[in-house]
């Protein structure tokens, strides 16, 4: 069995004084933090960091662009196409669009600014670290409740199987008369 307190001391004391040097990575590393990664330990860490910050400032504009140009073309297209047929495809790009910002706002848009807090030498962001582990974990759960809402089928089969078949369009009531 791994002796814990000895593996954590023994990070710790890798280098002289890292006890002066990080006076406060002790306590959070010891006893109340799942991880700890120091970018001096292997300039893989320090470089995996900057492409993950660089990949994320250029592929958020690149993905609005797109979007933007999908709608553009798609307006184009309207013309040409049946009015079922367009808002088919309006709401199926709506539905990517989403599917492409329930990722960046639960992974990668939280883990970007802690690791530019990391790489810029900040300390006592445990909140930020323990937020963006929260984010992450809803990245699944929010994905699917997005499909559910998006995709008809599916929401007509969840409101069916929980009995709301009330919840969805009201059905008229017809009335007929006849007058003598």
């Not at 809402?149 to 017809?174: D, N």
Request: net charge neutral; with cysteine.
């Amino acid at each position: 069995m791994l002796d814990r307190n000895a593996i954590d001391k023994a990070v710790l004391t890798q280098k002289e004084n890292a006890s002066e040097q990080w006076p406060n990575i002790a306590p959070f590393y010891t006893d109340i933090s799942c991880s700890a990664s120091h970018l001096e330990v292997s300039s893989f860490t320090l470089l995996f960091m900057i492409s993950l910050i660089v990949a994320f400032a250029i592929g958020a504009p690149a993905v609005i662009f797109l979007a933007y140009n999908s709608f553009s073309i798609l307006n184009e297209q309207k013309s040409v196409m049946s009015e079922k047929t367009y808002r088919m495809h309006r709401q199926l790009l709506i539905t990517l669009i989403f599917q492409l910002l329930v990722p960046t706002i639960t992974l990668f848009a939280p883990y970007s600014i802690v690791t530019a807090f990391i790489i810029a030498g900040a300390e006592d962001f445990g909140w930020l670290s323990q937020t963006s582990i929260i984010l992450g974990s809803l990245h699944s759960t929010l994905n699917t409740c997005m499909m559910l809402y998006f995709i008809q089928p599916y929401r007509l089969a969840v409101l069916k199987v929980f009995k709301l078949e009330a919840w969805l369009t009201a059905k008229p009531t017809l009335v007929h008369s006849v007058t003598p």
